[in-house]
Nanobody, 114 residues
Framework: VQLQASGGGLVQAGGSLRLSCAAS????????MGWYRQAPGNQREFVAS???????NYADSVQGRFTISRDNAKNTLYLQMNSLKPEDTAVYYC?????????WGQGTQVTVSS
């Protein structure tokens, strides 16, 4: 499966962005999908994940500001990001976690200016 992330950009602090991650084929709703991010000089870190039948998981740093969702009919994963902070600046990656391995999207840059 191929994942294509989009929706990044430059936004002022306090603003919002919505990231999308389109899959090249249907991914069963039981497959865990998630968002990760990597800031310059830092390791890639978990942001949020979602799977059917369970509440979404969020990193403490984004809890209450970011919302992860998926549209299975469109094979698309979303990340709604509100109240953005400069420390949210990073390349954001989507991931699909299968029992056979993980598939990553190419990343989309999010830059939050102060």
């Amino acid at each position: 499966v191929q994942l294509q992330a989009s929706g990044g950009g430059l936004v002022q602090a306090g603003g919002s962005l919505r990231l999308s991650c389109a899959a090249s084929r249907t991914i069963h709703s039981s497959v865990i999908m998630g968002w990760y991010r990597q800031a310059p000089g830092n390791q890639r870190e978990f942001v949020a994940s979602i799977r059917s039948g369970r509440d979404p998981n969020y990193a403490d740093s984004v809890q209450g500001r970011f919302t992860i969702s998926r549209d299975n009919a469109k094979n698309t994963l979303y990340l709604q990001m509100n109240s953005l902070k400069p420390e949210d600046t990073a390349v954001y990656y989507c991931k699909a976690h299968f029992s056979s391995g993980d598939y990553w999207g190419q990343g989309t840059q999010v830059t939050v200016s102060s």
